[in-house]
């Protein structure tokens, strides 16, 4: 399979709202996510059959591609691979979270990472040491919101350990996973998350994000 057996056809009406969403960080071509997975549904199909040395090198093809949404197809197409891929395999495509980095890419990431997660549950700690503590902003994001599929089932003592590491980081998009994860793990623990948030000195927008739904 070749990128260029991929056929996208976007939109001039939706191309600059799209842009303008992402603060004009990345060209789009103008395509919807409903439409994208219609678009792309055969191709990604099809990646189903490839060796993975080669599934590597196509999502690394759509990584060097200009327009957005052949990331977005990238991480789709990892997603729907994710079972085929163990962990020693599934990490190599970390170095694409650092790669025309933004909160839409790593959010998109993380859930494949956190697919993974459900089906190997003992591979939690490497997975989460894996983006634990890194240089780059993005991959700690991941190692805060890492277990955000996890409910009941969340390790509190690597969510603190994340969160903690990155509590004085006055980075958005920092605050607001810090926020985010406690949020998700209140609906199952909130007594720990209230707990926790008095205890430890958030920065108001991740206390806020944190208790939002607490506070209803």
Partial sequence: MRLNELYLSGSLENKGPMESYMKNHFTFLGIKSPDRKRQSKDFIKASKQMPLSELFKLTKEMYNKSEREYQYIAIDMIEANVKRLD???????????????????????????????LRCPDDKERVFHHFYQHENIWMRRISIILQ??????????LLELAILNDINTQEFFIQKAIGWSLRQYGK????????????????SLAKKEALKLINQ
């Fill in 188 to 203: 199952v623990n909130s007594q720990w998350v209230i707990d926790f948030t008095n205890k430890q000195n958030l920065t």
């Fill in 148 to 157: 955000l599929n996890e409910k009941e089932n969340t390790s509190t003592t």
């Fill in 87 to 117: 962990w020693e395999e599934l990490k190599k495509y970390s170095v694409f979270v650092q790669d025309k980095s933004w909160w839409d890419s790593t959010d998109a990431w993380r859930k494949v990472f956190g697919l993974h997660l």
